[in-house]
Structure formats: C-alpha cells, structure tokens
C-alpha cells in the first residue's frame, strides 16, 4: 500500500511513496503524531536527480527490518529540498555545525518542536567503509531518547539557539562598509589561489563550474584589462566545454566532475546550471568572439528546449543521474557500439577525437591525477592527423555527433523532475532572453517570453505575490527571496530584449512586494523567507552562493538594474543597504558572494541608460546587433519603438527619438543624456569607444 506521499505531487517525495516506510511529508499532521506518541522525528532530505538519495532509499528505506524500526519508533518526515530550501537550509546549518560537513540525503533527528539534536548525510544500512550503519544510528538515537531525554533536549535548545544566530550572522553590517572598483577589482586575487592553471575551474576534485566567479572575472578584466583575469576564465570555459562534464552529443552540462580535469561527470542535468553556465559563455562570447562558445550556447539552449521544457513554457528543474538503476548508464558507450553506429573508418575518427579508449567515453577516475591528454583533442590537430580539411572535418563530426544521439535517444532515458521552481525559471529566461540577441536566435525569446507568462499566469496569487513549484495543474508553497529576486532579474532582462514595457511593470510590482516582505527594517539585508511565512526554528538570511546565486545576491543584482534603468530610488536604496549589510564579506570571502559582486559591480558603475532610437524595428535592430555583440557589463539598455509604454520608464525614454528620421544612440548617466549620436556609421564609432571589440 502506499504511504502519506502518494498524495504529494513532488517528484521526489513520489519516489517514496512505496516504501515501507510510513513517511509523512512535513506538516502538523507528522508533529502532532509525534507528540502524541512521544517519539522523535527522522527528517530525511533530498532531491530526485540525487544519486546518493537513490542508494539510501534502495538500501534503507526498502529494507523491511529498518522500515520497521523507523515505524515503530519514530516520525518518519521526507522533505524535498528543492520544494522546501528554507527547510533544508536551517537543517544542513545543523548537520554541518554538528559534523562539519554536509549533503544530501541530509538525515536529522528532531524533537517534537522541530529541534534538531543529532544529523548526518548518507548512511549505509550497516556499518561499512568507516562510517556507522544506520540500524546502529537508529539504535543510538532511540537508546539517547529513551535514557537521556533531559541531555538531549538541552544540547538541541543549544543547537537551535545557535541556528537562529548563525543563519543571519553574516548579514548584519554595521551600515559604514565602504566600497570602490578595488572591492571587485580584489577578488581576483582571492579566485586566482584557488584557481587551476593547467585544467581550469577553481580548486580540485570533486571540481564544480563556479560560473558566477567567471563573470565577476569578465567585470576585472573589464575594469583592470588585465589578461590573467580573462585567461582564467577562457581556460576554464574551454576545458568544460571540451570535457565529459559537457554533453557531447545533446548540448547541456552535467552537474560537477568527480575528478579534477572535467572528464567524469556526476551525470545529473539541473536547469540552474545550465541557465548559469549559458549565462557565462554569453559573456565570454560578447567579450572573446570565438565562436566555439556561441556553439556552445546554442547546444545548451537547444538542449533545454528539446528535453527540459513543458508544452506551456515552463522549463523542468532536473535530469537524473542514473537510468536502469545505473550512474550514467544513458551516457557510456563503448568503441564496440560506437563502431556499429558509425562504421569503422568513423568510428575510429570520432574515438581519435574525443579521446575514447578501450573502456569506452569516459574511463574511471582515478586517473585523473596522471598526466593525461587534453580531452577531447583540438579539431584542427585531430584533422592534421587524418588529412582532412578542418570545415568538412567540422561537418563530418556533426553528423556522426547526430548518429549517435539518435541511438541513444532509444535507450532507458534518466528520469525527469518535471516541477517548475521559479526560481531556476528566472535563471533560465534571464539566460534565453540575453543569449537571443547576442547569438541571434529569436526562437530563444520566445521560449523566454512563453516561461515568463507561464510562471506570472501559473504561479501568481490574487494578492500579486509569488508561488515557489508548479506540477502537473498545482502550484504550491509561498514563494522565497531567490524566486522574487531571480524573476525580477529575467523581467528586466526581459525587457532589453524586446522592449515590451509589460515586463517592467510586472517587476516594479514584485519588487515592492520584495522590499515590503523581506526586507529586514532592524539590520538591514534580506530575510530568505516573507515576513508572514511559516514559523520555523530560524528565520535564515542567505548570503553566500551554493550551485545557484544566493537569495541576497540575486536580489541586490535585480534592484540594482531595475533602479539603474527606472530611476526609481527606493530599489536602489534597497540595494544600497543591502550592500551594507554584507560589506565585510567582500574583503573577507570573496569568492563565496560571486552574485553579490556582480551586483555590486554594476550599482558601483558608473553605468550608462543606453537608449536606442529608431525610426522603425528594423532600423532599431541593426543598431541593437552591434550593441549587443559587445562585453558592455555596465548599462541598462532602452529603446523605441516599443510596446506596452511603462510609467516606469518615463524617465528613461523621454525626449529620446530618432534624429531626422535616422537612429540615435542615446548613452546617459544618471538619466544625464549626452547629445544624440546619429547614423548607424557614427554610433558604430561611438560603441567602438564605450565597449571595443
């Protein structure tokens, strides 16, 4: 019989349904249970695309002898953490302060008033490899319930004593933070200890992508012109995009590399990477011009589009690691399959190319410390080797690349959470609407404008304020400081791309729902969840970034562009003391507010209103081509015509028109507006000043 979670409608938490298990999804119904038969609570985290989730479920929570245990003893409560992030983020502040690590599955055990007391990450169902069985953790918890009450209630009062402290700690500045270009200027330096000279990426294995530390490279090397910064990022960027961390075959990056030279992936596909990722190599293309990353974007999107997008325009949040109950199985392939699909002379071109070895694409990864060759090799060296022109080589791979992926589309695919956050959505139509214009693909827009109606029309209460997960017909749970401050950011972006001034009005309205609700009137800074929210143990402030912008870093970024272009005072003043609030952070861990860099890159400036005026679209687009081909990290763009007239951007748009009937090129600072420049050879000109090629 299925348990409490069938009622759910969390991919996750359906996973779970069949266990034996008597879960309960978090809720009073578990806490009031566990009062009445005084018991403690197992909180069990995780997400569906995590593999490790998978194996404790199989080992454990299948198991009958550690269901029955858990049913007969304790509250059982499973919690999705990409429904729920403020759960998970005050019970992993627990693990770690308990452990001094963490991930998922995060396993914790609470009293009956949601105070952790004891907590870890993935147990094995018996003692194994060092670390405790979880029927022994079980017997331990129980055993310290049943004999030592008094002790443990004392260290979890402790223990969330110390939650509520640390989860805002960091976000409360004393309001005389002083800031300059240096403040960003100086991370460099910070990002370049870490860094990996000879592979890229920062740190070593297990190596992530840190895309937002890439883009405050491209805002030094901006600033400073200084190589090295532009060399880091480069390096890195081609070293994913050439690696097994990147989908050869259907575009979109994978999750992380287990070793320290991008090669092994662990195979999960999220939304908010790739939306990150894009974003970077946008970047990198308007500031570079090679054209291996404008491929690489459109792979990535046309990936998104094809395999993580609903029919009514929201973009899925995950892929799954495993298929057939196997890590990557989807992803591997051997020289022998590979040989049946492409035939002889093929296959061993394409396994001299991607450097596939008698174990397959992608050999284990303890070789990762030895000196091993690039991978894959250069195209121009691999056709030097075989005598073959490098443009009918390109081709040539392409369609061996297509012959594989559509084998491969046949086999068991990974599974896939199907839930729209609107957060990871923000991301992704920031990343569509921006990488439209630069790589010119309108189909990218539109996938954009169609997510961005999905989620004001789907996840939008009759009060104007946010839902956070949309599935199958529901949408569910208040919506939390990264959802407001993430859709803001791509409704800005939003607008510089089509100019509709809808998009504006839409964010102004979620920023002041932003600023009345979150907004902490006593410290200053961000609370991550409203001020009507759930009553947890701890109302958290999220200032540093994980795999996604922190909620503080994103929303500092959508204030700052959205006050940059409107004018509007109060949103940057409530940028400005959001600045304030984490200003030590800057100096003392750089590289952990990478969005709240950027974000404060731009608000530093000086940044321009750029507003292009012409006498009709097609005049307005030629200009907005050139403009956009360039790294211009420093200005908020307007034009006319365009539709949908915002009072929002009155300021902005005023006065601006086309100049005897040819367009202009309006750049102003602190809408103080230079005379026009006119004609499409002198803005050319102008733009080669304000943002080189």
């Known amino acids: 019989m299925p348990n ?51 194996v404790m479920e199989h080992e454990s929570f299948e198991n009958a002898e550690i269901a029955k245990k858990l049913n007969d003893n304790f509250i059982s409560i499973k919690v999705d953490r990409e429904e729920r992030p403020d759960i998970d983020q ?46 022994s953790v079980l017997d331990a918890v129980l055993d310290a319930w049943k004999n030592r009450r008094d002790a443990l209630h004392d260290q979890a009062k402790q223990l969330t004593d110390h939650l ?69 990022v480069t390096l890195t960027l081609d070293k994913m995009a050439a690696g097994g961390i990147y989908d050869q075959l259907a575009g979109g990056f994978h999750r992380y590399s287990v070793d320290a030279v991008w090669l ?57 690691a495993d298929s057939e109950g196997e890590e990557g199985k989807y992803y591997v392939w051997t020289p022998a399959e590979i040989e049946q699909v492409l035939g002889k002379d093929d296959a061993k071109l394409f396994a001299a190319t991607y450097d596939i070895t008698a174990r397959g694409n992608f050999e284990p990864h303890e070789h990762a410390g030895r000196n091993i060759p690039n991978r894959p090799r250069k195209l121009a060296e691999v056709a030097g080797e075989f005598g073959i022109d490098l443009q009918d080589f390109q081709t ?52 954009a404008q169609n997510a961005a109606t999905f989620i004001l029309e789907k996840l939008r209460k009759p009060d104007g304020r946010l839902l956070h997960a949309y599935r199958h017909g529901q949408a569910k749970f208040d919506a939390y400081l990264d959802d407001y401050g993430c859709l803001i950011n791509a409704l800005v972006s939003l607008y510089e791309a089509d100019f509709d001034g809808r998009w504006i009005d839409e964010a102004a309205a979620l920023a002041d729902v932003a600023l009345r609700r979150f907004f902490d009137d006593k410290a200053g800074g961000f609370f991550y969840t409203a ?24 929303m500092l970024t959508a204030l700052v562009r959205l006050g940059k272009l409107t004018g509007d005072e109060k949103y940057l003043t409530g940028a400005e003391l959001g600045f304030r609030s984490i200003g030590e952070l800057f100096d003392r861990a750089p590289n952990a507010v990478g969005q709240s860099l950027l974000a404060l890159d731009l608000w530093l400036g000086p940044t321009q209103e750029v507003v292009v005026a012409a006498p009709s679209t097609a005049a307005r687009d030629e200009v907005l081509r050139d403009l956009r081909s360039r790294f211009w990290p420093h200005k908020l763009t307007a034009a006319v ?53």
Request: charged share 25%.
């Open 531 to 554: 001020d009507d929210h759930e009553e947890l143990i701890a109302r958290n402030k999220d200032v540093y970034d994980n795999a996604t912008p922190s909620g503080t870093g994103i």
């Open 90 to 135: 005050i019970y992993m502040n627990a693990v770690q302060t308990l452990t001094g690590r963490g991930g998922w599955p995060m396993s914790v055990f609470l009293t009956h008033d949601k105070q952790p007391f004891f907590g870890g990450t993935y147990w094995p169902p018996k003692s194994a490899r060092g670390m405790p069985g979880f029927d």
């Open 164 to 232: 509520k402290v640390v989860g805002a700690a960091d976000a409360r500045g004393d309001g005389e933070a002083k800031f300059s270009a240096t403040t960003v200027a100086a991370a460099e330096t910070a990002l370049a200890k870490s860094f990996d000279a000879r592979e890229g990426g920062f740190g070593g294995a297990p190596k992530f992508p840190h895309p937002m530390d890439l883009r405050v490279l491209l805002r030094v090397f901006h600033r400073t012109k200084r190589r090295q910064a532009l060399d880091m």
């Open 4 to 54: 409490r979670l069938a009622k759910e409608t969390s991919p996750y938490l359906l996973q779970h349904q069949n266990n034996p298990v008597d879960w309960y999804p978090w809720g009073e119904e578990a806490f009031a249970a566990a009062k009445k038969l005084d018991r403690p609570i197992f909180l069990s985290v995780g997400y569906s695309a995590c593999h490790w989730c998978h």
């Open 641 to 693: 015509p365009g539709k949908n007239e915002s009072p929002h951007l009155k300021g902005v748009l005023a006065g601006k028109q086309p100049v005897k009937d040819r367009p202009a090129l309006y750049v102003c600072e602190n809408f103080t507006c230079r005379a026009p420049i006119v004609g499409p050879e002198a803005i050319a000109k102008e733009l080669d000043k304000l943002a080189p090629k």
């Open 396 to 447: 040539q791979l392409a369609e061996m690349r297509a012959k594989l992926l559509e084998v491969r589309a046949k086999r068991v695919p990974p599974g896939l959470d199907d839930k729209v956050l609107v957060s990871w959505n923000g991301l992704m139509i920031d990343a569509m609407a921006t990488a439209a214009g630069v790589v010119g693909e309108p189909r990218y827009l539109t996938a």
């Open 264 to 320: 092994v992936p662990h195979f999960e596909k999220m939304l908010y990477d790739n939306a990150l990722l894009t974003s970077a190599y946008v970047e990198a293309y308007q500031a570079t011009g090679k054209a291996d990353y404008a491929r690489t974007i459109r792979e990535t999107l046309d990936f998104i589009l094809r395999d993580m997008t609903d029919a009514a325009g929201g973009f899925y949040s995950t892929l799954d």
